[in-house]
């Protein structure tokens, strides 16, 4: 996302906050932050991880790496406060299921709330069910 892109999407943030009294979220691919762009209160911010195998990663995910993404979670944070960062990880991608609840922990720990979508194709099974 260019510098410019990102004014314009905190400029239709801007107007949205004035209108509505409600949280507003955005999901958008990991940028350069600065703190000052982000001063709106009930602001919220999505990063996708997809999913914490790095060899699947790199296989879903060419254009990104694994790390800068989860750095920049952390550093989101920092900015946004606990609990208002979020990311989606994609359930049936491959991995293992050690390796899924590896990573929620990791973001849990971090404050970053996890959010846990199947892919179209996958049946998540009672065992998982128990354990999520």
């Not at 999407?9 to 350069?32: H, M, N, R, W």
């Not at 195998?53 to 879903?60: G, Q, S, W």
Request: charged share 25%; hydrophobic share 35%; with cysteine.
């Amino acid at each position: 996302m260019s510098e410019k892109e990102v004014k314009r999407v905190f400029g239709i943030i801007k107007q949205l906050a004035c209108e509505y009294d409600l949280p507003i979220g955005i999901s958008v691919y990991p940028i350069t932050i600065h703190q000052k762009s982000f001063t709106l209160q009930g602001m919220r911010v999505k990063y996708n991880v997809e999913t914490m195998d790095l060899e699947l990663f790199r296989r879903f995910c060419p254009n990104l790496s694994l790390p800068s993404v989860i750095e920049a979670l952390d550093k989101v944070v920092n900015i946004f406060g606990r609990n208002r960062v979020s990311s989606n990880f994609i359930i049936g991608l491959g991995g293992s299921e050690e390796t899924v609840q590896k990573g929620i922990e990791c973001r849990v720990e971090r404050c970053i709330i996890p959010i846990l979508r199947p892919d179209s194709q996958t049946h998540i099974s009672s065992s998982s069910k128990e354990t999520m």
